[in-house]
């Protein structure tokens, strides 16, 4: 698949067009207690990744569950699922 093509695909369609880079993506992902209750948190690839296990602490409204700061670089990224995050994991780092 061209790369034209992948970046015309959903989220989730472009993770299951990976799903062994993502399965293995998934397993690398170590998800500790993060700075405040309720967030796990996990370094990957120099991204610092934050969970939002029932979407009531970083954003008011639900609509962010993951927050990622990048490696190098002071802009939040937020996704409301984990097929956002892994896709954009993927296409940045894979």
Known sequence: MNTTMTNRLTDAQY???R???AA???????WTPGPVPGVLGCVLYGH????DIDQSVLHSGG??????????SSDIECFGTLAELLAWI???NW
């Open 15 to 17: 993770v299951a067009h």
């Open 19 to 21: 799903a062994k880079d």
């Open 24 to 30: 293995d993506l998934l397993s690398l992902m170590q």
């Open 48 to 51: 610092s990744i934050l969970w």
């Open 63 to 72: 609509w962010c569950s993951y927050e990622v700061l990048p490696a190098r």
């Open 90 to 92: 993927l296409r940045r």
